[in-house]
């Protein structure tokens, strides 16, 4: 079955290092997106990707950035990380086109000493 | 520009009925429902497009009035299953073969109480 899938689903760094969460969806879908989880925020928008070499920035893309090299995957990287994101971090996904469903992967909850 | 859901949490009985409003200050193409339980990604319910349509499955069903740019979603005969958090995401425009990511509210807590 085709599904969306993170890893790691916990992680756990230090302020400074780099840090690459993955995502990966075997849908085919040429929409993929990057949204962080945070009490009283509800989801906000990192990074967003049309396609192969198409990354866009979302509404909280400072400190992230994202490529895409293939369809199915879209790594979002923390540079040097920082306190203020640790989150849970949700990837999604949905077939080309405005008004198609984005259907979300299990999350990855970053916690940043 | 978040949309403003209301109310923010809403304590039922099984078998009562609830209504979840999603407004925007913008004008919207679209509005997707989500159902999230603590833990968990977010579940997909239904999308509504620009158009003023209405959907529904099973006993959830929701509305978009594109004229107040306001989505409602309505749960009737609520099951214990119902309970979680509600989210409505807004897109607000269309780029020719994409999307833009939405634009989540901050949700709806409801439970649901035997």
């Known amino acids: 079955d085709a599904e969306i899938t993170q890893s790691p689903r916990h992680k756990i760094t230090e302020t400074g290092r780099q840090v690459t969460l993955a995502c990966h969806q075997t849908?085919?879908?040429?929409?993929m997106f990057w949204y962080r989880q945070d009490l009283g925020h509800g989801l906000r928008l990192i990074h967003y990707?049309?396609?192969?070499?198409?990354?866009n920035k979302g509404e909280v893309s400072d400190g992230y950035s994202v490529s895409r090299s293939n369809t199915e995957d879209l790594p979002l990287t923390l540079e040097s990380a920082a306190s203020s994101q640790t989150s849970v971090y949700f990837c999604?996904?949905?077939?080309?086109?405005?008004?198609?469903?984005?259907?979300f992967g299990p999350g990855t909850r970053l916690l940043v000493l | 520009q978040q949309p403003v859901q209301s109310p923010q949490a809403v304590i039922l009985r099984e078998g009562e009925d609830a209504v979840i409003n999603c407004s925007s200050s913008k004008a919207l193409y679209s509005v997707h429902w989500y159902r999230q339980k603590h833990g968990e990604a977010p579940i997909f319910l239904m999308i509504l497009l620009k158009g003023g349509e209405q959907k529904g499955h099973d006993k959830i069903s929701a509305s978009f009035n594109e004229k107040k740019q306001q989505s409602s979603l309505y749960l009737t005969a609520s099951q214990l299953s119902y309970s979680g958090t509600y989210f409505c995401?807004?897109?607000?425009?269309?780029?020719?073969?994409?999307?833009?990511?939405?634009?989540f509210g901050k949700g709806t807590h409801l439970i649901i109480q035997p």
């Open positions: 995401g807004t897109g607000y425009s269309y780029s020719g073969g994409g999307a833009d990511g939405l634009t």
């Open positions: 990707s049309y396609g192969v070499q198409d990354t």
């Open positions: 999604a996904s949905s077939e080309a086109g405005a008004g198609e469903t984005q259907y």
């Open positions: 849908w085919n879908h040429n929409n």
